[in-house]
């Protein structure tokens, strides 16, 4: 009798109440991580910022990687698989990357073996231009003050100079003991930059090396960890973000590269000053949409007007017209048309991008926006289609 009462209560295993535990518990454990990050906020933000500076290298590789990855690809597929038939796929895939990089890296140091000497042109042209412009002034005021239009301008300058002086002296001596330290945080900064970009380089060609064994045991832990319908599902998602991700980047990064040229061959024609210089912040901060253009234009048309104030008229509508012809004709062709979100989710994108990451946010945020904006849609399409329920513009509006 023992022995029966002691088997009907022996523990038996459930695994439908250990599900629900396990799953209790790691309700809990994240409420207290979530509970205790938001009470803690300002150490968060610290610690994340901190771990972005860390992981900086590693998150610039892999960018690097994600904007190469398609001409190795065009290597190595296009060239060698489909039209060469190599059978030494593990020897032409390291080719393959070597040529892409070495094409990359090569028109890199051709365009700053080009560039560097017109950009200390540009600023030797605009530090020898400061004197002229100072003499002008003080032409003005010397003419203004013969031809009797102020008879008290002698004293008011004088006024000026004997009060701003000693605060002119003050500022300088301050800004000469700051200067050692500024220099050094500046090289170091450099030096940093420098070994960081070379870690990315490094990061960048394992990954495109290593792509398709990380996509493997991404894809092995997908369905290892769920069911193969839902597996399924998620692999066709992952799939679709990065063609809609690197589709922007590549396509955004060639419509940029053909707006910097286009300035550079109409600021020539213009005989506009500082051409290689304006043409290539013009090309740069067309990556950021919207604010870009606005961004590249104001420094173009400061710099330009220290020189010649016509020009800097011819320089913004110049710059009006390149940018009309990118909205409305570039943009569309190579983008494919409209990114599907509407200018103001795309400014949210920008301002919010630009608040938190700086100007690579401003960039990434139209991005990481369509993508969000795609997994919303495919999810709300899926309950709808569950739900049988059909939502239209025409009932929305009425």
Known sequence: MENEHEKNHKFEKNSKYLTVSVYALGVILFGCIIFRLIFNWARTVEFIHHLIGVLSPFLAGILIAYMINPLVNCFYEKLFLNRLKVKRKGVFKIISVFLAYAIVVGLFAVCMN???????????????????????????????????????????????????????YGYLENFMGKSLPMLYDLSMQAIKGIVNLFIALIISIYLCFDKNILLLALKKLIYAALPVKKADSLAKTFRECNQIFSNYLIGKAIDSLIIGILCFIIMSILKLPLTVLISIIVGVTNMIPYFGPFIGAVPGVFLIALLT??????????????????????????????????????????????????????????????????????????????????????????
């Open 114 to 168: 080009s560039v560097i000497p017109q950009l200390i042109e540009s600023v030797a042209e605009i530090t020898t231009s400061i004197p002229d412009m100072y003499s002008m002034i003080m032409d003005k005021v010397t003419n203004l003050t013969k031809n009797g239009q102020n008879m008290n301008t002698p004293g008011v300058i004088n006024v000026l100079i004997n009060q701003n002086m000693p605060k002119a």
């Open 309 to 398: 104030p016509f020009g800097a008229i011819k320089f913004t509508i110049m710059i009006f017209l390149i940018q009309q012809f990118d909205g409305y004709i570039l943009g569309p062709r190579i983008l494919g048309g409209s990114t599907g979100v509407r200018p103001i989710t795309i400014l949210f994108a920008v301002l919010v991008g630009g608040a938190y990451f700086g100007a690579v946010g401003m960039f990434l945020g139209v991005p990481v926006v369509v993508v969000v904006q795609h997994l919303i849609t495919q999810w709300m399409n899926r309950r709808l289609q569950e739900k049988e329920i059909s939502v239209g513009l025409s009932e929305e509006r009425r």
